[in-house]
């Protein structure tokens, strides 16, 4: 008895290793069936995915384009995320009645918000095309490739029979040596139904953004409205709610370490099986450069943020904006160091060369092209971050192509609208005096750090910081772009006084000395370097086409799944804590005494709305507390995910929901580039912290009735 106890104890983790070796974003009809069910999976792949009949496919759309939702209830109530419902939520806000602040609670039907131009996208059918996309591009590179390719596909859609609300999209896959079509039907009336208020619903904000624990209730709520056939329709208020081939069971059984979970959902771009030359350039060159200028513009924000509370306010949004990838890309190049991904992918490399000699050439020449690459790469990731960090190059860039349409006669009523839109957009929440020492800052760094090849003329002076201060404070208060300086008595910020007479202003834009600077600044990098990094970029993707292509044929014993692209893909797992340091060990499952734990009273971050205090102290948790007797808000599981993701759901063993994906933790944000099982978790919502907000919270037991819950 002992003897089996032990083996069966030596035999599970490496189960769990192997089937979590390299994660997986895997094609819903290629599916790795047999490792699912070996972690615990109790239903089959047809389950998941069957085109012929109603399977888990059907209750799981794209969500405007982006995020991921799921249908939850026979009159086709979605789920997703609150940051995905957020453009929407803050749509239909007013300073009266502020949804994000107060959050929405439709109390029926008749009360939920239609949403202009929102769709959903249900996956109806996907089948493999490569045999009819490929046929003539056997000989063919570059422009002439993609051109050949282009015409096969339009080729193929043509001779496909779809109904009015059906598209067919064609898809490359493992870097163009697969292709793949999706039959898509579009969903337009989709209405708003339920958001908690943001300080539920994006509770511990840019602080907590990335990190566990969390306590984040990141949901909202929309419905799906079809025609009286139950067919996607334009809206009318004569559409009725639609029924769904299928919706999900929701399951509000505790959770255990190790439970099996799989996420369905649209994740938007990974790169995991890039050279080890690749990797190692990201980790030591491009993210760090990027790292470096975010950091020098957070720290200037932050030092004014901190004194003045108007700016705080200003700012707080683009500051979150900045710090989201600064924060993924130090944790990605952490990750990376941690989880030694360089030489794993070297060794792999090796192990392929020793069973098949053929690939060394081709890693030789990526070597050779990435190296050749690596100065142009890098010189691009300053100028990029450098123009998107300075708010002041931003607006002179607009300015700039705004001259050309002018002298080219392409600006016309509408688009100088949009134009004045955007800029109106812009100026509110600008502050010239503080981003020009953004932009000082930025450029002194700019020009330490690059080689004075790439430099336009006169910006090596720009190296001490202190002159650059005083330098850009003057240019900023005779620039008319940044509304210090102005044109004949006219400012920038007056948006639609400053376009009354626009030769006179392209006149004077073209002599302004941040619109100058910026032309210099963009002129070079063209010169330099933008042609030579797309040309080798082109030799490195078709090397990496190869290198696939000798990856899949030799590496018998691997089970390979396409880099995600955002297309529909199904990953999975284990719900399970972390220890990605040392002496750090994380549970995991986050609970409403944690929550309570982060509130801090006015903070707008950490705030709490009072009612939920409430359901707090009384401990009024009804069915929604789980074993320890509190209501369970998060949990991290082994789940391979990644943007788009957001508002997946995250599945039991039976396919019932049991959370909502919303985030990964930032010591395995390198999971793009190398999924590492020990380090990489995703962050779900749990269904219990969801129901209870709905129930308990908002007092919308209506909505409970529509829906399925599996106790």
């Not at 989201?324 to 944790?331: D, R």
């Not at 053929?358 to 890098?378: F, G, R, S, V």
């Not at 209870?692 to 409970?704: E, G, P, Q, R, T």
């Amino acid at each position: 008895m002992k003897r089996k106890i032990l083996l069966s104890a030596l035999l599970l983790p490496a189960v769990m290793a192997f089937g979590q070796q390299y994660g997986g974003m895997w094609i819903p009809t290629e599916l790795n069936e047999k490792e699912m069910k070996s972690l615990g999976m109790k239903i089959s792949a047809k389950d998941i995915f069957n085109p012929d009949k109603a399977s888990i496919k059907d209750a799981v759309v794209q969500f405007d384009g982006g995020c991921t939702a799921e249908v939850i209830s026979p009159k086709g109530l979605l789920l997703t995320n609150h940051h995905c419902g957020y453009d929407n939520i803050q749509a239909h806000s007013t300073v009266e009645n502020d949804l994000l602040t107060n959050g929405f609670w439709a109390k029926d039907m008749t009360g939920e918000l239609p949403n202009p131009g929102v769709t959903v996208d249900f996956i109806t059918d996907i089948k493999e095309v490569t045999a009819q996309i490929l046929p003539g591009t056997e000989n063919l590179t570059g422009a002439d490739l993609t051109k050949k390719i282009n015409e096969n596909i339009e080729a193929y859609k043509k001779v496909q029979k779809t109904e009015s609300y059906q598209t067919i999209s064609v898809r490359s896959m493992y870097y163009g040596n697969k292709f793949y079509a999706y039959v898509i039907e579009t969903f337009k009336d989709i209405r708003l139904v339920g958001a908690p208020p943001s300080a539920i619903g994006k509770y511990g904000s840019d602080t907590d953004n990335w990190v566990w624990p969390r306590h984040t209730g990141d949901f909202s709520m929309f419905r799906i409205y079809a025609d009286k056939n139950n067919k996607p329709a334009e809206y009318s208020k004569d559409n009725i709610p639609y029924t769904p081939k299928h919706f999900l069971p929701i399951s509000v059984k505790d959770k255990k370490e190790d439970d099996f979970t799989f996420v369905f959902g649209f994740p938007g771009r990974t790169t995991e099986y890039l050279p080890a030359i690749a990797v190692e350039k990201i980790m030591k060159e491009t993210d760090p450069a990027m790292i470096a200028v975010r950091d020098v513009a957070l720290k200037t924000l932050d030092e004014k943020m901190r004194i003045n509370p108007a700016t705080k306010i200003q700012y707080a949004s683009k500051y979150a904006r900045v710090a989201n990838y600064w924060k993924k890309w130090i944790g990605e190049v952490e990750g990376l160091k941690k989880s030694n991904a360089v030489e794993k992918k070297k060794q792999y490399e090796q192990t392929l060369i020793s069973k098949n000699p053929a690939i060394k050439p081709t890693i030789d020449q990526l070597n050779q092209k990435y190296n050749e690459q690596a100065p142009y790469n890098l010189h691009k990731a300053y100028y990029s971050e450098i123009v998107r960090n300075s708010e002041t190059f931003t607006l002179a860039g607009i300015y700039s192509n705004y001259i050309q349409s002018y002298e080219a006669g392409k600006m016309d009523a509408k688009n100088l609208e949009a134009l004045k839109a955007r800029l109106t957009e812009l100026y509110k929440d600008y502050d010239a005096e503080l981003d020009a020492k953004v932009t000082a800052k930025v450029l002194a760094l700019y020009a330490d750090k690059t080689p004075p090849q790439f430099l336009p003329k006169d910006f090596g002076q720009l190296k001490d910081v202190n002159k650059n201060l005083g330098m850009m404070e003057n240019v900023s208060k005779a620039s008319i772009i940044t509304g210090r300086g102005n044109m004949n008595g006219v400012k920038a910020t007056d948006v639609n006084k400053f376009f009354t007479d626009q030769k006179t202003l392209v006149e004077n834009l073209k002599k302004d000395p941040f619109v100058q600077m910026y032309g210099s600044f963009k002129s070079s990098y063209l010169a330099t370097t933008d042609a030579k990094v797309n040309a080798l970029q082109t030799d490195i993707d078709a090397l990496q086409k190869k290198f696939m292509a000798q990856q899949m044929e030799t590496d018998k014993d691997r089970k390979f799944f396409p880099d995600a692209n955002s297309t529909l893909r199904v990953t999975y797992g284990q719900v399970k804590g972390s220890e990605p340091r040392d002496a750090v060990s994380y549970g995991y499952q986050t609970h409403l005494a944690g929550v309570m734990e982060k509130y801090i009273p006015g903070d707008y971050e950490f705030d709490l709305p009072k009612k939920l205090i409430s359901l707090y102290n009384s401990k009024d948790y009804g069915v929604y507390k789980d074993k320890t007797g509190d209501v369970p808000v998060n949990f991290t599981a082994t789940n391979h995910t990644t943007g788009g993701n957001s508002g997946s759901p995250a599945l039991d063993a039976y396919g019932n929901l049991i959370g909502l994906n919303f985030d990964r933790q930032w010591e395995g944000t390198m999971s793009d580039i190398n999924y590492d099982p020990k380090l990489c978790r995703n962050i779900m919502v749990d269904t219990k912290y969801i129901l209870f907000v709905i129930d308990k919270y908002a007092d919308s037991k209506w909505l409970l009735n529509e829906m399925k819950i599996v106790k």
